[in-house]
């Protein structure tokens, strides 16, 4: 019989469901979900026989590339092969009208009451684990504590238990009926002692999923492998000598004294900031996840704030979360020093600048996940420059550019300012050479902007050919003239017209002549 084999869904928050016996599943994409909790006739659960228990994570890309080790294959060649064995491909973007509720057969199982039984994820249920293609690590122990069964194994080194949630039910699913009397006869029962030192790792479901631990290595092993997420916020849990510190000091039901933190490797190669942020933000010896003391989530808190505020005040705009907090967690682990993290942020506002940037926060926003803009901060400034000494039109003509390279001078130079007036200075000097050399443009246009408005009986444009001629004359009578010969044009000034056929009246009699308003 051919069954559905949905294909994961990247990015998709994987679902587990359960049934009456308890038996659970993945659903790795929406589909996969909506086929199997889909009303049936008999289903125990409003109609459907499996109920939605909880979140597994999000799916990755990179958990669907990742080579099974038990197997030796990755979940997109699992997928062929289930297609080559005759089982149907069920793409993410399916629609889930298609589906035939019953499979691809169209013939809906039964279990001889009439009521099916068999729906479900197949080979992502624990119903159907086989050593084969889901075995849980070697070297586990299974104890019994008070009519609750666990699956146990031990940290190198130190002795201390880690423990997952189990049954009997499940310990069969694992191993089957053959085996499982074996697997029943060994179940021990721990001491007090034993039992008050063990830490909970999860449970048999997670246990049994190669995606979350290697079937071929220690849960330890695996689970140092997995503390990189934990880590970001306290990189120390990246060394293995800190990890079982701490897994020692929980075996002695304590916490680590700062002697014992002081006497690591770990200690003596880091700064003084991140040997601070360990101390302020070390959590309970019994929970290497567990949530951050107050003080600590105060400071991350602050911190973020303190960085999203410096890259505004910087020059860039609107700051993504991502890159906020990826900078602010390097400054409050303490990776990054308060210089150096003010540096970096200088160095993001403006591109311009021929200095160094982090590699790690060069990889990070070039890895096309961050996407971040910068400001023009400067650039306001050097424009009121521009304009001010070189005028509406000559002003405009300077580049961008120019304008980039000025604001970054302004923005990393106090005294930047004086330099790019001395240029500017020096640029009005040839535009407009009959006035004094320390006089800007705004100084001398602003006489003549009356002149010419009195003139010509309105405001004449500043970046037009006859505003421009008129300051540069510097000569009111040169300036009258051309005022008067423009304004006579079609289009012109009637004020100037007016005049004109007044003073015509005046020599000549008013017989005959129109005024022009």
Request: cysteine-free; hydrophobic content about 35%; proline content about 5%.
């Amino acid at each position: 019989m051919a069954d559905y084999v949905f294909i994961a869904d990247p990015g998709f928050e994987r679902r587990i469901l359960e049934d009456q016996e308890e038996n659970r599943v993945f659903v790795n994409s929406q589909p996969e979900f909506d086929y199997y909790t889909a009303q049936r006739a008999g289903g125990p659960f409003d109609g459907s026989y499996w109920k939605d228990v909880g979140s597994a994570g999000v799916i990755t890309q990179e958990i669907i590339d990742t080579q099974i080790q038990a197997s030796g294959k990755t979940i997109a060649q699992e997928y062929k092969d289930k297609q080559s064995a005759g089982d149907t491909l069920v793409n993410p973007d399916v629609d889930f009208s298609t589906l035939n509720l019953y499979g691809p057969d169209g013939q809906p199982p039964s279990n001889g009451d009439g009521v099916d039984t068999n729906f479900g994820a197949g080979s992502t249920s624990l119903s159907s684990v086989s050593k084969r293609d889901m075995p849980i690590p070697t070297g586990a122990e299974f104890w019994n504590v008070d009519g609750n069964y666990y699956i146990v194994y031990f940290i190198p080194g130190t002795g201390t238990p880690i423990y997952y949630d189990s049954s009997l039910d499940d310990l069969e699913n694992l191993f089957g009926p053959i085996e499982f009397p074996e697997i029943e006869k060994s179940i021990k029962t721990p001491t007090a002692e034993q039992w008050a030192s063990s830490i909970r790792f999860g449970d048999s479901l997670e246990l049994a999923d190669p995606n979350i631990y290697d079937p071929s290595q220690s849960p330890w092993v695996s689970f140092v492998d997995t503390l990189a997420k934990e880590a970001e916020i306290r990189p120390w849990l990246n060394d293995e000598e800190m990890v079982l510190l701490l897994a020692e000091a929980t075996l002695e039901g304590r916490t680590v004294t700062d002697a014992e933190w002081q006497s690591t490797n770990w200690w003596r190669e880091h700064t003084q900031e991140e040997r601070n942020w360990l101390l302020l933000a070390q959590s309970s010896t019994t929970d290497f996840a567990g949530e951050l003391p107050a003080d600590a989530q105060r400071k991350i808190d602050d911190d973020r704030l303190a960085i999203e505020n410096l890259m505004e005040q910087s020059g860039i705009a609107n700051p993504s979360d991502e890159l906020v907090n990826w900078v602010a967690q390097r400054y409050t682990t303490g990776v990054w020093s308060e210089a150096f993290t003010s540096d970096q942020i200088t160095i993001l506002a403006d591109p311009t600048l021929d200095a160094e940037i982090d590699e790690k926060l060069d990889e990070f926003i070039t890895s096309g996940e961050v996407d971040y803009d910068t400001t023009r901060a400067g650039e306001s400034q050097v424009k009121r420059l521009v304009k001010e000494y070189l005028g509406p039109v000559f002003g405009a003509n300077i580049t961008d550019m120019q304008i980039n390279k000025w604001a970054s001078m302004v923005r990393n130079d106090p005294d930047a300012e004086i330099n790019i007036k001395d240029t500017l200075l020096n640029m009005k000097k040839g535009l407009y050479p009959g006035y004094n050399d320390e006089l800007t443009y705004e100084e001398i246009a602003a006489p003549w902007r009356g002149f010419t408005t009195n003139t010509w009986g309105g405001t004449v444009d500043e970046t037009s050919s006859l505003f421009q001629d008129v300051v540069k004359s510097n000569d009111v009578t040169k300036a009258t003239t051309l005022l008067y010969n423009a304004g006579l044009k079609d289009g012109g000034s009637d004020k100037i017209k007016n005049q004109v056929l007044s003073s015509m009246v005046g020599k000549f009699g008013a017989g005959g002549v129109r005024r022009i308003i």
